[in-house]
């Protein structure tokens, strides 16, 4: 098969290597010491489209991924991209009902998995219509590296159209079935060189990468800022705090989600010394508690950068690098993108009124996968795409987030956002996390119920709490059950999954 002509920087591989560092550059490097240059990306990526093509995958042809993060699932990424080819990342955790779910709604043309999982997942990928299935495990070794090692390192920049799909991914599914998220060559790449401009990536920085890469925050913002800045990582197959705090000296920047800063903070080697070279520490993929950002300030002397976004839009405000940062804030919108507050009817609302998260920009999705349906639903007859997330924009811009609208309890008649009451209930002493959620009523529609993790050791005076509450919070937000758990179910990538909260409890 021949490869098509140089193409303008309308793929999103293209954009990145216009502004690859010099070919003897490092990209990554691993903890257990292995290294991949900037030269090693173009040659391998180049093989591997070439091999990929010459199977006869074209382009738009779907490639299901579900292996380990390693260097080598990095570079099948990008060779994906480079190929015209549309990438979809699986979570390695996903039971093989689940997998069953994605590959037939996907219908790739190829699959790459663990080779463990080889037997099961090839039965699956060949029901689905997947005419390619090959193996890569987390060293980097499998079919897929052995069968594609001879292959011509030859193949050009594929040329596509702005937009054209570069990646398939899927909501997270807390809410019925997983739908698909069509993301172009375009969404990603306008939204990663707004990030790399608003947090300030240059040549020299070093990014520490903990973060998984089957989602957007791994394997969009953060690789997106490394490879349109031509700077460096410290590759880590996962995240573990000793490791990371072993790695901070050496870092600039670290991208995390909640739950990374606060195992960090029950660390007790967190210092000053230990991020005394880190410019930037960034959180996002959920909410981070005002605690959590001051007493990591308090322990480091780093206040963190909260930023949000969806996989459907990628980022969509960041705090800024240079400026206030505020606790419980996600920041400012991006350029390129608007937000705006809206009533039930799409109206727009004044400043600091607290309404439905609607935004606009060129990095936001066009629709769902094969869901036209979905995609009418979601978004507005003037193009705004309904977050589902309910917030507020003060006078200066700063957006805040209050909860997701389906979480939102109505008990009474009246709206109880759960983020304002999980904001009291974890200052109370004991209570190491909170979730609030809505259980049915028959007096009062729903009630409001709080569920409880606490700290070791520690006991729950539930008296103490109610006074303390009723100081803070109105009548009818106040939980009217407590609930003590061991820990509250969460998705990949920490978010607590209160759907299955909510059925645990109504079950039980």
């Known amino acids: 098969m021949s490869p098509s002509a140089s193409p303008p920087e309308t793929n999103l591989y293209g954009r990145f290597a216009a502004r690859?560092?010099?070919?003897?550059?490092?990209?990554?490097?691993?903890?257990?010491?292995?290294?991949?240059?900037?030269?090693?990306?173009?040659?391998?990526?180049?093989?591997?489209?070439?091999?990929?093509?010459?199977?006869?995958?074209?382009?738009?042809?779907?490639?299901?991924?579900?292996?380990?993060?390693?260097?080598q699932a990095l570079l099948l990424y990008l060779a994906c991209l480079r190929a015209?080819?549309?990438?979809?990342?699986?979570?390695?955790?996903?039971?093989?009902?689940?997998?069953?779910?994605?590959l037939h709604d996907a219908e790739p043309a190829a699959v790459v998995c663990d080779p463990a999982r080889a037997p099961e997942i090839f039965?699956?990928?060949?029901r689905a219509g997947a005419r390619l299935c090959q193996?890569?495990?987390?060293?980097?070794?499998?079919?897929?590296?052995?069968?594609?090692?001879d292959a011509a390192p030859d193949w050009p920049v594929t040329a596509v159209a702005d937009d054209a799909l570069a990646a398939l991914l899927y909501s997270s599914g807390t809410t019925g079935?997983?739908?698909?998220?069509?993301?172009?060559?375009?969404?990603?790449?306008?939204?990663?060189?707004?990030?790399?401009?608003?947090?300030?990536?240059?040549?020299?920085?070093?990014?520490l990468h903990a973060l998984p890469m089957f989602h957007v925050h791994g394997l969009f913002i953060a690789l997106g800022c490394v490879l349109l800045s031509g700077s460096r990582m410290l590759f880590q197959p996962k995240f573990d705090a000793d490791a990371v705090i072993d790695a901070l000296p050496q870092a600039t920047a670290m991208m995390g989600v909640p739950t990374y800063y606060t195992r960090l903070l029950l660390h007790p080697a967190l210092n000053p010394?230990?991020?005394?070279?880190?410019?930037?520490?960034?959180?996002?993929?959920?909410?981070?508690?005002?605690?959590?950002?001051h007493a990591f300030e308090a322990r480091t002397g780093h206040r963190i950068l909260e930023r949000y976004g969806m996989t459907e839009t990628s980022v969509i405000a960041s705090n800024p690098l240079h400026g206030e940062r505020r606790a419980g804030a996600v920041g400012l919108p991006l350029p390129g993108m608007e937000v705006r507050i809206v009533d039930a009817h799409d109206a727009p609302l004044a400043a600091g009124a607290t309404g439905h998260v609607q935004v606009r920009g060129e990095s936001v999705f066009k629709g769902y996968w094969r869901r036209p349906d979905k995609t009418r639903e979601d978004f507005t007859a003037d193009g705004w795409f309904r977050t589902g997330d309910d917030g507020v924009l003060d006078a200066a811009g700063y957006l805040s987030l209050v909860g997701r609208g389906k979480d939102l309890i109505i008990s009474g008649g009246l709206n109880v956002y759960p983020s304002e009451v999980e904001t009291v209930l974890d200052t109370l002493p004991g209570v190491l996390e909170s979730a609030v959620i809505?259980?049915?009523?028959?007096?009062?529609?729903?009630?409001?119920?709080?569920?409880?993790?606490?700290?070791p050791g520690a006991s729950f005076d539930e008296s103490a709490a109610r006074a303390a509450l009723r100081q803070q919070l109105a009548a009818y937000k106040q939980p009217k059950r407590y609930l003590i758990v061991a820990a509250l179910p969460r998705n990949a990538m920490g978010k607590v999954q209160k759907n299955l909260l909510r059925e645990q409890l109504a079950a039980a």
């Open 20 to 71: 690859f560092a010099p070919a003897a550059s490092v990209l990554l490097e691993t903890p257990a010491g292995e290294r991949l240059c900037y030269g090693d990306v173009e040659r391998e990526t180049a093989r591997l489209a070439r091999w990929l093509r010459d199977a006869g995958l074209g382009v738009g042809d779907r490639v299901s991924v579900q292996v380990d993060k390693s260097p």
């Open 84 to 102: 015209g080819l549309v990438f979809h990342p699986l979570n390695p955790a996903y039971t093989a009902a689940e997998l069953d779910y994605f």
């Open 123 to 126: 039965a699956l990928a060949r």
């Open 135 to 149: 193996t890569l495990d987390a060293s980097g070794r499998g079919s897929l590296w052995e069968e594609s090692r």
């Open 177 to 207: 079935k997983p739908k698909g998220i069509g993301l172009t060559h375009r969404n990603l790449g306008v939204n990663a060189a707004a990030l790399a401009e608003a947090w300030g990536f240059t040549a020299s920085d070093v990014l």
């Open 273 to 293: 010394a230990r991020c005394r070279r880190v410019r930037l520490f960034t959180c996002g993929s959920a909410p981070l508690l005002a605690d959590t950002f």
């Open 438 to 455: 809505g259980l049915a009523h028959a007096d009062f529609g729903e009630q409001v119920v709080a569920v409880l993790v606490l700290e």
